[in-house]
């Protein structure tokens, strides 16, 4: 089983959609929890931190359930400028080093 | 402009040749990272420092050697290349205290 897994993409949704991502992760002892994103050919840059009450940012809120070891991402009214890959993280307790999920990519459309 | 900077950008090399890819961060930070991202695989982490003087493997150090020059800089060698190197090589870095990092741009690796 990978460290952490997400929702295999391509997802493509209209402009205004709202749009959620799903992610797992394999070691309970991890603290820790971000969603970064990519675009295409770039380096990864942090989007938001995940807390455990759940937090938002604008129309992006993330929401962690540690029972479960279950992330989630929402994007509410999509913009074009949202196409991009998203990446869960998850860091490994030992030596602050982070773990990638494949990520899922993103296309919203006019 | 600070933040990680690495070089080269593009790199072809031949199976069998070596290269060093270099990393360096101007932000002071203790900790940096090497990870290579491959289609459908996300980034994994190769080698990384947790301090100046220190390396240890990550997830898939074979075909790979690390050196922490300094605080400000990170190599990742490659003795000898080989075809499953081809990919997209990320050096990142980390400030004691905070977990989340900062990416340079990326060195594109093909080995033919």
């Known amino acids: 089983r990978k460290e952490v897994e997400q929702d295999p993409g391509p997802f493509n949704v209209p402009e205004g959609a709202t749009v959620a991502f799903n992610c797992t992760y394999s070691?309970?002892?991890?603290?820790?929890f971000f969603w970064y994103r990519q675009d295409c050919r770039k380096e990864p840059k942090l989007l938001m931190s995940?807390?455990?009450s759940g937090n938002e940012d604008g129309r992006f809120t993330a929401q962690l359930n540690r029972a479960s070891q279950y992330i989630s991402l929402l994007i509410r009214d999509s913009k074009l400028s949202d196409s991009a890959t998203y990446l869960c993280v998850v860091n490994f307790p030992s030596g602050g080093k982070l773990i990638f999920g494949q990520g899922t990519e993103l296309s919203v459309k006019p | 402009n600070a933040g990680v900077t690495q070089t080269p950008k593009f790199q072809v090399l031949k199976t069998g040749q070596s290269m060093t890819l270099q990393c360096a961060q101007d932000?002071?930070?203790?900790?940096m990272y090497w990870y290579r991202q491959d289609p459908g695989m996300g980034l994994r982490l190769i080698y990384y420092s947790a301090s100046e003087g220190t390396t240890d493997k990550g997830e898939v150090p074979n075909g790979y050697n690390v050196s922490r020059l300094n605080k400000r800089e990170f190599s990742l060698r490659l003795e000898s290349a080989a075809p499953s190197q081809t990919s997209v090589y990320f050096c990142?870095?980390?400030?004691?205290?905070?977990?989340?990092?900062?990416f340079g741009s990326g060195t594109r690796l093909t080995v033919v």
């Open positions: 070691n309970s002892a991890s603290q820790s």
């Open positions: 990142a870095s980390r400030s004691r205290g905070t977990i989340s990092y900062t």
């Open positions: 932000m002071n930070h203790n900790s």
């Open positions: 995940v807390y455990s």
